[in-house]
């Protein structure tokens, strides 16, 4: 197996640095348009098939280190009986937002072998596909993102009603983050059980609080995930968008890889991180609509300031976009290839 992703993310000697992109299976492949032409976004989640299939897309049209289960953080909101709809130009709409006590003292734990079951079975499949030519990644998104979006009822910009839950009823807000914990860690043991390799933690919403109390509601769940979980040695990568604030403090929470957005220098990053754990980031994915060039050049640039050794698992430093031509991500993926080994 080319398990050069595996062995970056225990920082274990490698010959070049493995890459993937965050959003890796989705809309800028015509691959992946053609098959969401034709089932919406929810039946493609929860039909093992075409996320399976999906899910290969880029391992095999753009030549990736690692796959990514086709799914979604809101999976488990969803299986929590917090449902949303997909809404097309607008994103993830909950019917029915959680708002109050009452709401949070009735939802229950996610059990990840029944109302999960598509995503594991989505897993294995995969795994049997993949035929041991790269890893498979699993994920889920981090306590207090999940509960934005259930408190939201949809995206937001500021955050208003979940910030209005933790500064006038944070206990109410606590007992939804425990039961959010509990859900992740047994829907993340449960995927490496199911066949994934690895799994990562989506904190997209972590950097819209301040330091301390993105500490309090976002990290120390993440580190109650990490430290109380069943991985038998798997690595798990933690990614919180917009909190290199705290870059110190998420090297310490037990991940093996701290995820990094575009927003910090890489040599910062590392120097901050030190030899703790392994790094994976962090290009802007708007580079990406940059000539092929710009993209070779800026790959160059950040391999050169994470520097000598192993540690690093090149990404974006967010999703790929949606209308970024096929052929820059490509030209992404092959400068890391061609341009890393000098660097090990
Ligand atoms: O990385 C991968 O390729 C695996 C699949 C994956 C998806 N969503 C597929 C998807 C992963 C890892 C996610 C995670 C996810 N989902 C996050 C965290 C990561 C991040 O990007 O910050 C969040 C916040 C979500 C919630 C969500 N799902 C949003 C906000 C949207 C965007 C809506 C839009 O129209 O832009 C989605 C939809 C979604 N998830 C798509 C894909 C491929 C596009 C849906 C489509 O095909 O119409």
Same mark, same amino acid.
């Given at each position: 197996?080319?398990?050069?992703?595996?062995?970056?993310?225990?920082?274990?000697?490698?010959?070049?640095?493995?890459? #993937?992109?965050?959003?890796?299976?989705?809309?800028?492949?015509?691959?992946?348009?053609?098959?969401?032409?034709?089932?919406?976004?929810?039946?493609?989640?929860?039909?093992?098939?075409?996320?399976?299939?999906?899910?290969?897309?880029?391992?095999?049209?753009?030549?990736?280190?690692?796959?990514?289960?086709?799914?979604?953080?809101?999976?488990?909101?969803?299986?929590?009986?917090?449902?949303?709809?997909?809404?097309?130009?607008?994103?993830?709409?909950?019917?029915?937002?959680?708002?109050?006590?009452?709401?949070?003292?009735?939802?229950?734990?996610?059990?990840?072998?029944?109302?999960?079951? %598509?995503?594991?079975?989505?897993?294995?499949?995969?795994?049997?596909?993949?035929?041991?030519?790269?890893?498979?990644?699993?994920?889920?998104?981090?306590? #207090? $993102?999940?509960?934005? %979006? =259930?408190?939201?009822?949809?995206?937001?910009?500021?955050?208003? %009603?979940?910030?209005?839950? =933790?500064?006038?009823?944070?206990?109410?807000?606590?007992?939804?983050?425990?039961?959010?914990?509990?859900?992740?860690?047994?829907?993340?043991?449960?995927?490496?059980?199911?066949?994934?390799?690895?799994?990562?933690?989506?904190?997209? #919403?972590?950097? $819209?609080?301040?330091?301390?109390? %993105?500490?309090?509601?976002?990290?120390?769940? =993440?580190?109650?995930?990490?430290?109380?979980?069943?991985?038998?040695?798997?690595?798990?990568? @933690?990614?919180?968008?917009?909190?290199?604030?705290?870059?110190?403090?998420?090297?310490?929470?037990?991940?093996? @890889?701290?995820?990094?957005? #575009?927003?910090?220098?890489?040599?910062?990053?590392?120097?901050?991180?030190?030899?703790?754990?392994?790094?994976?980031?962090? =290009?802007?994915?708007?580079?990406?609509?940059?000539?092929?060039?710009?993209?070779?050049?800026?790959?160059?640039?950040?391999?050169?300031?994470?520097?000598?050794?192993?540690?690093?698992?090149?990404?974006?430093?967010?999703?790929?976009?949606?209308?970024?031509?096929?052929?820059?991500?490509?030209?992404?993926?092959?400068? @890391?290839?061609?341009?890393?080994?000098?660097?090990?």
């Amino acid at each position: 197996m080319n398990d050069l992703f595996l062995k970056a993310c225990k920082r274990a000697d490698v010959e070049r640095t493995p890459v #993937w992109m965050m959003r890796q299976a989705g809309r800028y492949l015509p691959e992946y348009r053609a098959i969401r032409a034709k089932a919406d976004f929810k039946t493609m989640c929860k039909t093992p098939e075409l996320a399976s299939e999906v899910t290969l897309q880029p391992v095999d049209l753009v030549g990736v280190d690692a796959a990514i289960i086709f799914s979604d953080i809101l999976v488990i909101p969803d299986a929590m009986g917090v449902h949303f709809e997909m809404v097309e130009s607008k994103g993830p709409t909950f019917a029915n937002p959680i708002r109050t006590r009452e709401q949070i003292h009735d939802l229950p734990i996610a059990d990840p072998e029944k109302s999960l079951k %598509y995503v594991m079975d989505a897993l294995s499949m995969t795994k049997r596909a993949l035929n041991r030519r790269v890893p498979l990644i699993g994920f889920s998104g981090s306590p #207090w $993102t999940l509960a934005t %979006y =259930m408190i939201e009822g949809s995206g937001s910009k500021d955050f208003k %009603y979940t910030k209005q839950m =933790m500064l006038n009823d944070p206990e109410g807000l606590k007992e939804l983050l425990d039961k959010l914990s509990k859900s992740v860690r047994l829907y993340l043991e449960a995927q490496l059980a199911a066949g994934a390799d690895a799994v990562q933690i989506f904190d997209t #919403w972590g950097g $819209t609080l301040a330091p301390d109390y %993105y500490r309090r509601f976002s990290l120390d769940y =993440m580190f109650n995930i990490v430290s109380t979980m069943h991985r038998d040695g798997s690595p798990v990568i @933690v990614f919180s968008k917009g909190a290199n604030h705290s870059l110190r403090e998420i090297a310490e929470i037990g991940a093996d @890889v701290v995820g990094v957005d #575009w927003t910090i220098d890489m040599a910062d990053a590392r120097y901050k991180i030190g030899e703790r754990v392994a790094i994976q980031g962090n =290009m802007d994915p708007s580079f990406l609509y940059g000539s092929p060039s710009k993209i070779r050049e800026e790959v160059k640039s950040i391999l050169r300031k994470f520097g000598k050794g192993t540690g690093h698992v090149f990404n974006l430093g967010h999703g790929i976009f949606p209308d970024v031509p096929v052929d820059h991500a490509k030209e992404f993926v092959r400068a @890391v290839k061609e341009e890393s080994p000098a660097f090990h």
